[in-house]
């Protein structure tokens, strides 16, 4: 058979126009995506049972939550913009490798200590969910990306969502242990089957390891576009964080007093949000993702006074509490994929920073939204937190309305020349080298509305 010829230009290059990628390949993506994830979730119906049969206290073992939390959000900055300069194929089977090693130290740990080690170092290999999200950007045309954006990142919340309740039939099944070893295999697996089916994925950029970190810093610093979107995806983390954290108390006590399991059952009402958020992917194709922004924040703010219902009880209450899971699901998972949308356009050479300073962002949001709702629920229940939601989301609003009055540059930068020795010639002297310049002349506000 005939060598085919080397392509003229690699893929993943930003700066070619890309072919358009096999659903089954957008699908494994997707599933990459969320199984990742879904590892840090796992363990959060499973605490009562590990606090048992490790003889621990029920405080220390939530230690294995603070612990995968702190490893996933130190991968989100250290480890996420390798992808930008590494070959990302390679990047993300080796970290998924890694995982299933992790996840088996887990289920293998004699002790809690042995298992929190274990635990954090899941939380640092279940970063590579960010590092595909990115990757899937580069691969997809440009008539293609905010579809294929907008599948991989559903796959992402479907994964979260699905995570508790997976763990959840496996620990009735057998016990604690053979979910982490579920999730090995399925790390495994997806790491053999990646690596077997897609193309190699070139770096962008070519720098030292320091000055790729540092040129995150001055991304933040000089586009107000991601500034903008840091904000919003900070807000949408913190409303779906005080959502998933307060049902919890309130499925539990009167006048539901539900049961684990049956508590579990309502992140389905989530996915049915994810799902249905996949749409948003191709609005932003067709040039309409401020419209997607808009709407997200629309619903984001009017899934609280329906949440608020969910308080009376009774079928008004199931029904509100349901109808408020998806919408604000919905809301969050539109918005989240316009956010990268946006950020890939502007900074098509720079994505995996970018997507750096997005989800340490989100997870900020997350991390004070959860500490507010824990403090505040036993204070002022379930309506104070619904307000609480709403402030947060009103946070989001205002920073939009900005957007609208002022519109920030979106057009694509530039291509940097990252280099450890040589400056880009296009760089400013006043700008670092190896960061991504603004250009000279501002956008236009028609060209904005494609952010």
């Known amino acids: 058979m005939k060598r085919r010829s080397a392509p003229a230009a690699p893929v993943g290059d930003p700066d070619v126009e890309q072919p358009s990628l096999s659903g089954a390949i957008v699908l494994l993506l997707a599933v990459v995506c969320g199984a990742a994830v879904a590892n840090i979730y796992y363990a959060q119906p499973l605490l009562p049972v590990i606090s048992q049969a490790l003889g621990v206290s029920p405080g220390v073992a939530g230690l294995v939550i603070t612990v995968s939390q702190v490893g996933y959000a130190l991968a989100l900055a250290l480890l996420v913009p390798l ?3 590494l070959e990302r194929r390679r990047l993300v089977s080796v970290l998924l490798g890694a995982s299933a090693i992790a996840l088996l130290g887990a289920a293998a740990s ?5 298992l929190l080690a274990a635990i954090a170092l899941v939380g640092v290999t279940s970063a590579v969910a960010q590092i595909v999200v990115p990757m899937a950007a580069s691969l997809a045309p440009n008539h293609q990306r905010g579809a294929v954006v907008g599948t991989v990142t559903s796959g992402l919340l ?3 969502m699905v995570a508790r309740t997976i763990a959840g039939l496996l620990a009735e099944i057998g016990d604690w242990h053979w979910v982490f070893v579920f999730a090995a295999f399925l790390m495994a697996v997806l790491a ?13 950029e070519h720098t030292t390891y320091p000055r790729l970190l540092r040129s995150v810093a001055a991304l933040v610093r000089t586009e107000s576009l991601l500034r903008r979107r840091m ?3 900070a807000v949408g983390m913190g409303c779906f964080t005080v959502l998933w954290t307060a049902s919890s108390f309130l499925l539990a006590e009167e006048p539901y007093s539900y049961g ?4 579990g059952l309502f992140g389905l009402a989530g996915v049915v949000g994810g799902v249905a958020a996949m749409r948003a992917g191709r609005l932003t194709d067709r040039g309409r993702g401020r ?3 808009t709407g997200g924040l629309i619903l984001l703010t009017a899934s609280w006074p329906v949440l608020a219902i969910a308080g009376v009880g009774g079928p008004a209450g199931l029904v509100a509490l349901v109808v408020g899971i998806v919408a604000l699901n919905l809301a969050q998972q539109s918005l989240l994929i316009s956010h990268q949308s946006a950020i890939y356009r502007r900074a098509p050479h720079a994505r995996s920073r970018v997507t750096t300073a997005l989800m340490v962002s989100a997870f900020a949001g997350s991390t004070v939204a959860s500490a507010l709702t824990a403090a505040l629920y036993p204070r002022v229940g379930w309506p104070g937190v619904c307000v609480l ?8 609003v205002g920073t939009w309305a900005l957007e609208w009055w002022h519109p920030s540059p979106a057009e694509p930068l530039a291509p940097p020349m990252m280099s450890a020795a040589d400056p880009d010639p296009h760089t400013p002297p006043t700008a670092e080298a190896g960061t991504t310049a603004r250009p000279a002349e501002p956008s236009r506000p028609q060209e904005a509305n494609h952010a």
Do not use: C, H, M, Y
């Open 231 to 233: 904000v919003l995806a």
């Open 83 to 85: 992808g930008d300069v």
């Open 158 to 160: 479907i994964g979260i």
């Open 291 to 293: 419209q997607v922004t």
């Open 389 to 396: 939601g709403v402030a947060i989301a009103l946070v989001g």
């Open 260 to 263: 684990p399991a049956a508590i």
């Open 192 to 204: 053999v089957v990646l690596r077997l089916v897609l193309s190699r994925v070139p770096p962008t």
């Open 110 to 114: 004699p002790g809690v200590g042995a």
